[in-house]
Structures are given as C-alpha cells and as structure tokens.
C-alpha cells in the first residue's frame, strides 16, 4: 500500500502532540497539502533505484511522499523534537516502508558524506528558505554521488537560480549551480500549502550534475572566489570589481585578455566558464 499522506488536521495533531511552535529562524513551514508533495516527488523523477537525502523533513509531508517512489530516504534534520519524532510519524502512516527511511540529526550546512549511513543519489527537498542557496551549493559540493536536485525555495530565489546570464536577476548562485550542471525551474507553489502561510511564494528548481568542470585546471573553491569578488560590486566593469582579487588593477586586466575577456564587461554578462577560465590562468 502506498503511504497515508499529511493533510490539515494530521499537521494539526502532530505539531499539537508535539507541542511545535514553528519558527522563522529554522524557516519551519509545513506542507499540508498531498497534491504538492505528490507533485514535488514527481517532479523530481526519482525511482527505486534512488535514495534520496532530504534536508528538513519537519513532521514529514514530504518523507512521506517520497516513501512511496524511492529507494530509501535518509532525512537530516536540524530540529531534534521533529528529527526524534519522524520514525514514529512513518510507522504511523507508511509501516510497510520504515526500514527505508534513516533519520540524522544535523546541521545540513555542516554535513558531509561521512555522516550519511547511505550514498545519496538525489535530493529532494522543501528546503529552509533561509539557507536554502548555501545548503544547496554546500551539498552538491560535499557529496559527490548526489546526480539530480529538486528543491522548493521562495519563488525569487528559483528565479536567480535559474537565471542566465544578461538576465536582471542573474548572480552569485545562478553561476555557481551551473558549475554543477543544468540548473531550470521546475514549477511553482502559492503560499496556502503550507502551516504557518509564509509570506512569499515558493518555486520549484532542478539541478541536474554533469560536472563540465571537475577536469580543468581551478579548483571548485578558486572559481567560486572569482565568482564572488566579479559581484560583489555588480555596477562595476570586471577590470576594477576583481582589482583586490588579482591584486591590482592591471593584473586583473592581464588575467581577464588571458581568459579571452573583455576587461571592460560586467560580471553579469558572463557564465560560469568564463569564470572557470579565469580562475585557472596563473599569476604574473
Ligand atoms: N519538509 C517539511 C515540509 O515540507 O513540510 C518541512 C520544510 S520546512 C520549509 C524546513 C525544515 O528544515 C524544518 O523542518 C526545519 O526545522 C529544517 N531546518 C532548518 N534549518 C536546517 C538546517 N540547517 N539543517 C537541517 N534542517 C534544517
């Protein structure tokens, strides 16, 4: 039998039960709506063959879901009450899958693969609005094995993810999730799916790994450091917005003809292999 999902009145006895006072800080807004976890599981294409990392599963809508298409999940929880209490929640409503399901309580900023029980192919997830880009670009980072995310994250937040470059809203975490790979919006989600109502409409964004960069010369943590001094000042052309970068003026030009680039262009104008080009020319 496939999963019992959460609507409104088993959000309302869990968090009761578990006397939970959601906070803004922990950006904790529960879905109590079974079309949208449905919809999110879809969307994120995976199957029995996957295990899914989950980061914040809160009282579990979304684990719930994904119980019922996937392998295994393995969901990291920062909140010890929600973490403790998920193994009984899935119990409740999806015995037949709780051997899939393995809970880790942690910060998902800190996690690496080494704190994982299982090698995560996919994440999915319904992610903290307020870390949601550092969470994402740290988790592609440290686990290597992860080949496809779908995130829900406020709706302007999917807009800058999956922007191009020339686009207004195009920046630092447009071009540092392409370095993973495809990067497109994948829906979006109002605001009356969740408890408590956030203020601010969600969206849905896959990333798909391809990894086109692992092979060059810069390092991951280079180009993220050029993409970061490009714009941090975003009004100014790159010769002068990477002059502390390169340590002055004319060796960011120098470095910028050398990787083919315009010293006079902005950073917005350009994608994440031009900054991996110039991340890898070498010091004058
Ligand atoms: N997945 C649930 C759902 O869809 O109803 C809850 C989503 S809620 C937007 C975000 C969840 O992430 C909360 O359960 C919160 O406690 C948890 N969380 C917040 N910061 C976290 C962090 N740094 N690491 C892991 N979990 C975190």
Known sequence: PAP???????????????DVRPTKTLGQNFVHDANTVRRI?????VGPDDTVLEVGPGLGSLTLALLGTAGRVVAVEIDPKLAQRLPHTVDEFAPQRADALDVVTADALAVTADDLPVTPTAIVANLPYNVAVPVLLHLMTEIPSIATALVMVQAEVADRLAAGPGSRVYGVPSVKAR????????????????WPEPKVESGLVRITRT????DESATRA?????????FAQRRKTMRSALATWAGSPA???????????????????????????LAGVEPA
Do not use: C, H, T
């Open 41 to 45: 599981v879809a969307a994120s294409g």
């Open 222 to 230: 280079q180009v993220f450091a050029v993409i970061d001094a490009a």
């Open 179 to 194: 370095y993973f790979g495809d990067v497109a919006r994948a829906g979006a989600v109002g605001r009356n799916v969740f």
């Open 4 to 18: 019992r999902l959460l609507g409104p009145a088993q959000i309302r006895r869990l968090a009761a039960e578990l």
């Open 251 to 277: 060796e960011a030009e120098r470095r910028l003809r050398a990787a083919g680039i315009d010293p006079q262009i902005r950073g917005e104008k350009l994608d994440v292999g031009d900054f991996v080009r």
């Open 211 to 214: 990894d086109p960069y692992v």
